[in-house]
T-cell receptor, first 112, second 114 residues
Framework: QKEVEQNSGPLSVPEGAIASLNCTYSDRGSQSFFWYRQYSGKSPELIMFIYSNGDKEDGRFTAQLNKASQYVSLLIRDSQPSDSATYLCAVNGRGGYQKVTFGIGTKLQVIP | DAMVIQNPRYQVTQFGKPVTLSCSQTLNHNVMYWYQQKSSQAPKLLFHYYDKDFNNEADTPDNFQSRRPNTSFCFLDIRSPGLGDAAMYLC?????????????FGPGTRLTVT
């Protein structure tokens, strides 16, 4: 069982729509959850992090965490062509040092 | 601006010819990481330094070594690159090693092995 699972996509959405990116993780003791955006040929850029159950909003981005279901998602409202990228979900483990485990990423395509 | 810098951005080396990649940071973070990322794959952690303490991942080949001479700099040495080592190499830093310490990535070095 993969530790962090994402659908590789591509996920295609029209400009202005809401893009919903999903991630599941296997370690029930995971504490911290990160979303990175990675443009083709570039390095990952941190866009959101969430630690507690519920929603966390930052501009057009909302991260949602459900620890009981071991599920974290990223919503992008009013999607723009510039949002077209691969979105990596990353999970950090329970107390003490646990390395961050990355998912394979979901490729998002926003169609003008 | 505080940042993570990697040099060179593109590196071409010959099969078996040693190569060194460089990373520096102005964030004054305690932890520096090296990741390998191949096309359409997740970043794979090779090792990390917490201050001067080196931590190697169990599945990192012996061909990969690292040095951290001071807080700001960290190097990745590939002793005998093979064709399978062609990848993007990412340096990242974090303030500390708690689960809430997010990692910040440099721009990466694209390594080509001919």
């Amino acid at each position: 069982q993969k530790e962090v699972e994402q659908n590789s996509g591509p996920l295609s959405v029209p400009e202005g729509a809401i893009a919903s990116l999903n991630c599941t993780y296997s370690d029930r003791g995971s504490q911290s959850f990160f979303w990175y955006r990675q443009y083709s040929g570039k390095s990952p850029e941190l866009i959101m992090f969430i630690y507690s159950n519920g929603d966390k909003e930052d501009g057009r981005f909302t991260a949602q965490l459900n620890k009981a279901s071991q599920y974290v998602s990223l919503l992008i409202r009013d999607s723009q062509p510039s949002d077209s990228a691969t979105y990596l979900c990353a999970v950090n483990g329970r107390g003490g040092y646990q390395k961050v485990t990355f998912g394979i990423g979901t490729k998002l395509q926003v169609i003008p | 601006d505080a940042m993570v810098i990697q040099n060179p951005r593109y590196q071409v080396t010959q099969f078996g010819k040693p190569v060194t990649l460089s990373c520096s940071q102005t964030l004054n973070h305690n932890v520096m990481y090296w990741y390998q990322q191949k096309s359409s794959q997740a970043p794979k952690l090779l090792f990390h330094y917490y201050d001067k303490d080196f931590n190697n991942e169990a599945d990192t080949p012996d061909n990969f070594q690292s040095r951290r001479p001071n807080t700001s700099f960290c190097f990745l040495d590939i002793r005998s690159p093979g064709l399978g080592d062609a990848a993007m190499y990412l340096c990242a830093t974090s303030r500390d090693l708690t689960p809430r310490d997010e990692q910040y990535f440099g721009p990466g070095t694209r390594l080509t092995v001919t």
